[in-house]
């Protein structure tokens, strides 16, 4: 079956460090590619997303390209913020798959410190 | 314009007990999902309803039914509930199939 594998955490960095979230997949199919956050209390909010190969999706200063050679999509910001303080969560859909929804990883919960 | 709502955000229930999760979108979208946020599982798709009038099965739907009441609602019925469906319960719409989903803010359930 399809799968999404992305590093857990919690990452903690400081204000302004790069951001690096490893998202690795496995697809029965040709999958779109997908990274969605969610804020302490909140429902999740798509970020970005790639839908072939090669595909830059970014939003908001990260960005994740869609790699097929190495089944990934890290996700990638260059200087991280407070407000970036989040979980955030790669998934992807495989396109006529049997059930439409999302398939997601178990989320990386990410903390910046001032 | 509100997107998705959910109601209600918290409930306590005993087991046994049956609740109705209720969402609304305001998108015009055709396709509504179900999903449940266990920690460190990541969100699983209970059912989803491509269209107006269509439900299916997703990853984990024992224990659960759905009904879409038209294209706004999409409803989750717990009949008898248990302690593992505590979890947080998302829904979601998207325009169509395959396009992007968007979310709820989420209903928190705990079973005794």
């Known amino acids: 079956g399809d799968s999404v594998t992305q590093m857990e955490g919690p990452v903690t960095l400081s204000e302004e460090a790069f951001l690096t979230i490893n998202c690795t997949y496995t697809?029965?199919?040709?999958?779109?590619l997908f990274w969605y956050v969610q804020y302490p209390g909140e429902g999740l909010q798509l970020l970005l997303k790639a839908t072939k190969a090669d595909d830059k999706g970014s939003n908001k200063g990260f960005e994740a390209t869609y790699r097929k050679e190495t089944t990934s999509f890290h996700l990638e910001k260059g200087s991280v913020q407070v407000s970036d303080s989040a979980v955030y969560f790669c998934?992807?859909?495989?396109?006529?798959?049997?059930?439409?929804?999302?398939?997601f990883g178990k989320g990386t919960h990410l903390i910046i410190q001032p | 314009n509100a997107g998705v709502t959910q109601t209600p955000k918290f409930q306590v229930l005993k087991t046994g007990q049956s609740m109705t999760l209720q969402c609304a979108q305001d998108m015009n979208h055709n396709s509504m999902y179900w999903y449940r946020q266990d920690p460190g599982m990541g969100l699983r798709l209970i059912y989803y309803?491509?269209?107006?009038?269509?439900?299916d099965k997703g990853e984990v739907p024992n224990g659960y039914n759905v009904s879409r009441l038209n294209k706004r609602e999409f409803s989750l019925r717990l009949e008898s509930a248990a302690p593992s469906q505590t979890s947080v319960y998302f829904c979601?719409?998207?325009?169509?199939?395959?396009?992007?989903?968007?979310f709820g803010p989420g209903t928190r359930l705990l079973v005794l």
């Open positions: 697809a029965t199919g040709y999958p779109s």
């Open positions: 998934a992807l859909r495989v396109r006529g798959g049997g059930a439409d929804g999302l398939t």
């Open positions: 309803s491509a269209s107006e009038g269509t439900t």
């Open positions: 979601a719409s998207s325009e169509a199939v395959g396009e992007t989903q968007y």
